[in-house]
């Protein structure tokens, strides 16, 4: 069967599916396995412990209550598929996947087709960097970046807006007013925030041991925790301290300037557009596999074409189906389903 994606879902089912005796190959873009994160911001951490960051048989290095920073993330996932022999093939970006007569045709940017019964799909919870229209309105001298491409604050001049009120953005904003910049946080509601530690305990040991990691997401509570997403480790009384300036939901943008929801607006001279990923699957070219987003419809992993499966999209199942700590209980299930 082919996985299309080696990033911690890929590798995670793959853990599974050698252990099962299924044959496998995984297939990834980048030219190494867990470039998706070294190509991060410089100062991105986990927010998951250690202790609940590991893929199935090999820990993640380290103290188990300290929090992996990004290079340690990628090197680990390259560490993972070379200690468990995983059969990953690097520089593989899919680009077309069709069916005919009952097996899967998977066309890759090198021009190699493969031929398979099985097909899963793991690229990741993120997708595509998503930046909205309203940002061809800025002069072209302004700089522009999705928060996927920021690394530090020494690529951008002092005056900067970030549009974006979720976790990248509190942690994008309060590094560049950390640094000296002076930073609009434009955000289009007001999310909830937790911090990172609870009683003396760090936020996702009470998620575990309460099993409200594991709430479906289509349970009541796990409903509520969707539509609820909180902001980690971030308040904003300590973005507002560092010097943040909270904005409105940006409406339109115009020359140098953003202009948000109550009338107000600032002028910038950089914008960070930490505005989410979409998925766009319109590379599967298999009737009745896409839903009307274009985005591979799906259930608990499964989908309604026999045999092309999902794995470590966002509240695929619960709030850990994305998780590095978590993915494996998704892996471990579709493992024994694919087996059969």
Same mark, same amino acid.
């Given at each position: 069967m082919a996985v299309v994606g080696a990033g911690q879902a890929g590798l995670a089912l793959g853990y599974y599916l050698d252990r099962l005796g299924v044959s496998f190959r995984l297939l990834d873009s980048s030219d190494r396995v867990g470039a998706s994160w070294s190509q991060r911001w410089d100062s991105l951490t986990l927010f998951t412990p250690r202790r609940y960051s590991s893929l199935p048989g090999l820990e993640l290095p380290g103290d188990t209550w300290s929090y992996a920073g990004k290079d340690e993330v990628a090197d680990y996932l390259k560490d993972y598929a070379h200690h468990f022999a995983l059969p990953v093939q690097t520089g593989s970006r899919a680009t077309r996947l069709s069916r005919v007569d009952g097996k899967f045709l998977l066309d890759l940017a090198t021009g190699e087709q493969i031929v398979s019964r099985q097909v899963v799909i793991a690229t990741g919870a993120f997708g595509k960097a998503f930046t909205p229209s309203l940002a061809d309105s800025l002069d072209a001298d302004i700089t522009q970046l999705h928060a996927?491409?920021? =690394?530090?604050?020494n690529m951008l001049p002092e005056n900067v807006a970030v549009v974006g009120g979720g976790n990248s953005g509190f942690q994008i904003a309060h590094e560049l007013a950390q640094a000296g910049k002076r930073v609009a946080l434009s955000e289009g509601a007001q999310l909830p925030t937790l911090p990172q530690r609870l009683l003396g305990r760090d936020?996702? @040991? @009470? /998620?575990?041991?309460? =099993? /409200?990691?594991?709430?479906p997401g289509d349970s009541r509570t796990g409903r509520r925790m969707r539509a609820n997403e909180p902001i980690i480790g971030a308040p904003r009384r300590m973005l507002q301290d560092a010097g943040v300036k909270f904005c409105p939901r940006t409406v339109s943008a115009k020359g140098n300037r953003l202009l948000f929801a109550d009338g107000e607006h600032v002028d910038v001279e950089a914008v960070i557009w930490a505005t989410g990923y979409k998925h766009d699957d319109r590379w599967i070219e298999i009737p009745g596999a896409l839903d009307a987003h274009g985005v591979l419809a799906q259930e608990d992993g499964a989908t309604a074409i026999p045999g092309l499966y999902v794995l470590g999209r966002s509240w695929q199942r619960d709030r850990g189906s994305a998780l590095l700590g978590y993915v494996h209980r998704d892996a471990e299930r579709l493992a024994r389903r694919v087996e059969a």
């Open positions: 996927e491409k920021y =690394r530090n604050p936020l996702f @040991w @009470w /998620l575990t041991s309460t =099993r /409200l990691i594991h709430a």
